[in-house]
């Protein structure tokens, strides 16, 4: 399996493209603030040809790019519903402190949006295994894939990442519920990559051992 990763935008969101090799189709993961560009050199780079945007949650760091990647390429964008207001009113999901500090961000949904439930996706060769992980956002979710080495793979968007977890005090966020979401990530198999929304890739194994924010299999400390 192919994985391109790279930081993107003010917040470094991480935009994720995959696929099943070299020259095959891809699906392309949060592409936030500024990702286009990095979006657009690894599809020339790996001869990929885009299939879908799959967004973790709605956060404007992670879906500011979708409807102009997924429009100049006629491709959908999946989301979970409940999130799916924030791709056209980004500023909902900041709270009134932080959308004054930001003023205006203006988006427009994509032409095509597709809604994410709890089933399975077979997108670009790929199958991709979605979770609805709320607590962070209301409609935060996990996508999961086997690589060809037979291990797994997790995105774990802003729900979990390494040495830490998401932050809960926005509108939507909930700690019970994210505790309990990251009591679900903690059942996946120790060897499971995980590809967060920022920051470093780390395993399962690794955060459940040492991360200061898990404890008694995924409450918060």
Not at 177 to 198: F, K, M, N, Q, W
Not at 202 to 220: C, D, H, K, V, W
Request: glycine share 14%; net charge negative.
């Amino acid at each position: 399996m192919l994985v391109v990763g790279f930081p993107a935008g003010a917040f470094q969101a991480n935009c994720y493209l995959l696929a099943a090799d070299a020259g095959h189709g891809c699906v392309i993961v949060d592409p936030g603030e500024g990702a286009r560009e990095g979006v657009d050199a690894a599809l020339r780079e790996y001869r990929l040809t885009p299939a879908a945007v799959l967004a973790t949650h709605g956060h404007f760091d992670h879906v500011y790019s979708a409807a102009e990647i997924a429009d100049a390429h006629g491709i959908p964008v999946w989301i979970r519903p409940e999130d799916r207001v924030l791709l056209s009113d980004p500023l909902k999901g900041l709270g009134p402190e932080l959308a004054a500090a930001f003023g205006s961000v203006s988006l427009t949904e994509p032409r095509d949006v597709r809604e994410l439930g709890d089933g399975p996706l077979e997108l670009a060769g790929l199958r991709i295994t979605t979770g609805h992980t709320p607590g962070h956002t209301p409609g935060s979710a996990v996508f999961r894939l086997d690589s060809d080495e037979g291990g797994q793979l997790a995105l774990t968007g802003d729900t979990l990442f390494a040495g830490s977890i998401g932050r809960t005090d926005l509108p939507g966020g909930d700690a019970r519920e994210i505790a309990s979401s990251l009591r679900t990530l903690l059942t996946y198999p120790d060897d499971t990559v995980v590809l967060p929304g920022h920051g470093p890739t780390t395993t399962i194994g690794r955060e459940r051992a040492t991360n200061p924010f898990l404890e008694n299999g995924g409450g918060m400390s």
